[in-house]
Structure formats: C-alpha cells, structure tokens
C-alpha cells in the first residue's frame, strides 16, 4: 500500500504540468483571438472616412465627397487641413472666399495665376512667406470632388490622437483600449498560474519527503517497499550512457549541419538590412501619423520602373514653414545651399540579372506598398522586410490572382484557363508570370 503512495507521487507531479501546459495553450489562444480583430500584419489601417456614416454636409453628392476624401488625402493633406492652418491656409470657407472658376486654375497652377498679378493669389503669396504651392495635373471633376469634401468637412472635429494612445467613442474605450485591457487581465492570470503552480510543486515535494520519513522510522516494511524507499538515480551512470552520448553526438551534428545549411542559403539575401540614414526621417511620423500618400515623396511609384528617391525640394514643401530649427532638418538646408544631392542610403537592392518595374506591380496589379515592404507606416528606420528571393517573388506569383474584371484584354485567356483548369484562380503564374524570360533576359 505504501509503495503505491510512493509511485503516486511522480504522477502527480506529471499530471500538475500536464494541466498547466493546457492552461497557458489556452491563455495564449484566447490572447490570439483578441488581437484577431487588430489590423493584420503589413496592412495600414484605414481612416474612417468622414462621409461614410452621414451625407455630405450641405447637401453634396455623396459619391464626389467620398472622391474627394481620397484625392484631398492624396494629394492636399501633406500642406493642407480643413479647419486649422497647417503650412498652406486652413481651407474651411473657401467656396464663400474664392468662386470654383477661381480655384480650379488655382489649384492647378498656382504660380500662373500669382504671375497674372491676381489681387487675391499675390496677397496669399505674400502672407506665406512666398511658398510657391505645387501644381496638380488634375482634372475640373477631381478639383470639384476635393471643394466638395472640403466643404463636408467645415466645423467638424479634428481627428482621434494618432500616437496609439486609446481614444473613447460616446463614453466606451475604443477597441485598442478593450484589447490592450484583455491582454492584460491574460498576463495577470498566467502569473497567478504559476504562482499557484510553483506553491503546489514545492508543497508535494515537502509532502513527499516527510512520507519518507515517516515511513522510514515503520518497522513492517517488506523488502519491496524498502527496496523504493531508498532508491536513488545515479546521475553519474546516466551521463555515461552510451545512448545518452550517441543522442547528444547526433543532436550536436545535426544543429551543426542545419546552421551549415542555413549559412550557404543567406548568401547574398539582406532581409533585415536597416542602414543608418545621413538624415533621421520618420515613416511612422509622416506615413503613419501625419498619413502622407507614399506618391507624394516617390512621385514616380506608380509610374516609372523604379520608385525615385525623394528630392530635397520635396521635403521643403513642407520643412521650409515646419520645424525649420531641427537639427535634422538643417542639414536639407545645407544640401540644398551646397547643391548636393542627401546621400540616402539604399536599402532594397535586386540583383542587375533581374528585371523588376515597380509601376506594374503598384498601377497594373494595384499591390500595396505594405505587399513587399511590410508595416512601413510603423518603421523609424526602415529596414528590408521581405527576403526578395527568386523564391519568395515566384511563390507570389503562383499565389496572386489577376483582377481581369472589366478588362478585355484576359477575356481569351481567362476562358482558356478555366476550360483546363476549372475552379482554379487564375493567378499571375497562369498568365506566365513564372516563365524564366518574365525576369532574366
């Protein structure tokens, strides 16, 4: 009987980490499920448009407000706020200042109408220290759709704080504050379990040892249950097992073998590479908070077959009335006055045996800029996210379906693929995006 109380001891020790394992698995999966409802790794979160819960303030058109919401944030929103002056003018009122004949030749070329001699443009000129305004290559309809968002937007409050902190909608936490606090009820909770579980292991063991010895000083023990009561493991005859060498020799080779392996297959692969730059730029501050359009610094992402790394005149668009005595921002001004170029450091390289333009990736197949360059709305310092492997673009390519809606020119080869291959997407591989003369040539 006592020899079962003994061998009972190990199994509830077992039977302890056993539950607590379980425990944890499931702490850790109902933190998962919190986080589920987060924004997905690599993609942005959007902003609520204004315009998608009521209709356009004064009775716009909703679809040009909506229109407008997006090339307003495209194209005004790095000078530009509605109701607070940021570098250019707040633009609240601007209909009752200024008729849309005048604003649409404005917007379009700024400095044409300042040169005219324009009362009103000389005048605005003049206030803004003479920050000539970019032009826009936009159309009458666009400029409308951007005046009748402005206009949606007069009066209303200004935006959430952008800085991660938790805001409150109509008295309730915001859902990043519900799940920030179940997160941390989660940790609470697994401290607790382990306290617990410690407390509970030191106790069996305390258990354990005075039913030793009180079953020591028992003279009606049989040989068997002394023979246990005294059992000792001998470490040292386990270390020289012969199995237990053979394991560690083969576990040893192994490891040696897989970071061989690893080794030879990291050759030339840079994921991670994060230079530092002449100049601190922030993408979470601009991308992120500020929520500048990529395009407004690469102007040529969705155009050209590389996307340029932006001018120094690009930054003064704005740094020429934002923060003008930073130290970082002082050595744009000396680049500028020297007439050198900022020596960015390039981060994303492809070897010159493979072709890649970027307009088709961005315009043609409309990918995000997230796709291959991760959450660089988050980045301080941009660092390479994605490896850029032969590998990692192919398995893209087998993976990505074409948007071939309303474009006749799949309409053939569409019908062809799902005659073949029915119920199978048709992807970039299927139009032949993994033929070797793609990418080498």
């Avoid at 020899?3 to 999966?29: K, M, N």
């Avoid at 080869?413 to 005659?419: E, F, G």
Wanted: glycine share 8%; charged share 15%; with cysteine.
């Amino acid at each position: 009987m006592n020899s079962i109380r003994l061998r009972s001891l190990p199994h509830l020790l077992l039977a302890f980490v056993l539950t607590f394992a379980g425990i944890q698995q499931a702490s850790a999966q109902a933190a998962a499920d919190v986080k589920k409802e987060g924004v997905a790794p690599g993609a942005t979160a959007a902003a609520t448009p204004a315009t998608a819960a009521a209709p356009a303030a004064g009775g716009g058109d909703a679809a040009a407000v909506a229109a407008g919401d997006a090339l307003f944030k495209g194209n005004c929103a790095q000078c530009h706020a509605v109701n607070e002056q940021v570098v250019g003018p707040a633009l609240a009122g601007i209909t009752k200042r200024r008729p849309i004949s005048w604003l649409i030749p404005w917007i379009k070329n700024s400095s044409k109408v300042v040169a005219s001699g324009d009362d009103y443009a000389v005048a605005l000129f003049n206030k803004f220290n003479k920050q000539q305004m970019p032009s826009f290559a936009l159309s009458d309809k666009e400029i409308t759709s951007i005046v009748a968002y402005v206009t949606s937007q007069e009066g209303a409050p200004k935006a959430g704080p952008t800085d991660g902190s938790a805001a409150k909608v109509d008295g309730a936490p915001a859902a990043g504050a519900d799940e920030a606090g179940a997160g941390k009820y989660v940790d609470i909770l697994l401290i607790v379990l382990v306290v617990v579980l410690i407390v509970l292991v030191v106790t069996l063991v305390i258990i354990g040892n005075l039913m030793k010895d009180v079953l020591r000083g028992r003279k009606d023990l049989d040989g068997r249950d002394v023979e246990i009561l005294e059992q000792r493991f001998d470490w040292g005859k386990f270390y020289r097992s012969p199995v237990l060498r053979g394991i560690v020799g083969v576990v040893f080779a192994l490891v040696l073998l897989y970071e061989g392996v690893q080794s030879v297959m990291a050759v030339g692969l840079t994921q991670g590479y994060q230079p530092t730059q002449p100049i601190a730029f922030s993408h979470k501050l601009h991308a992120g908070e500020h929520q500048i359009n990529c395009a407004y610094c690469h102007t040529s992402v969705y155009k050209s077959k590389s996307a340029n790394i932006p001018s120094a005149n690009i930054c003064m668009n704005c740094h020429s009335q934002i923060k003008t005595e930073s130290p970082e921002i002082k050595k744009i001004y000396r680049a500028i006055e020297r007439k050198q170029p900022i020596q960015w450091v390039r981060i994303h390289n492809l070897p010159d045996l493979a072709y890649f333009n970027h307009s088709q990736h961005t315009q043609v197949a409309g990918l995000q800029c997230q796709t291959c360059h991760g959450p660089i709305q988050n980045m301080e310092v941009v660092y390479q996210y994605s490896a850029l492997t032969m590998g990692w673009c192919i398995n893209c390519h087998r993976e990505m379906p074409i948007n071939s809606k309303d474009n006749k020119y799949y309409d053939n080869l569409v019908k062809l693929h799902d005659s073949k291959n029915a119920g199978a997407p048709f992807t970039v591989s299927s139009n032949g995006g993994t033929e070797c003369s793609k990418c080498h040539y």
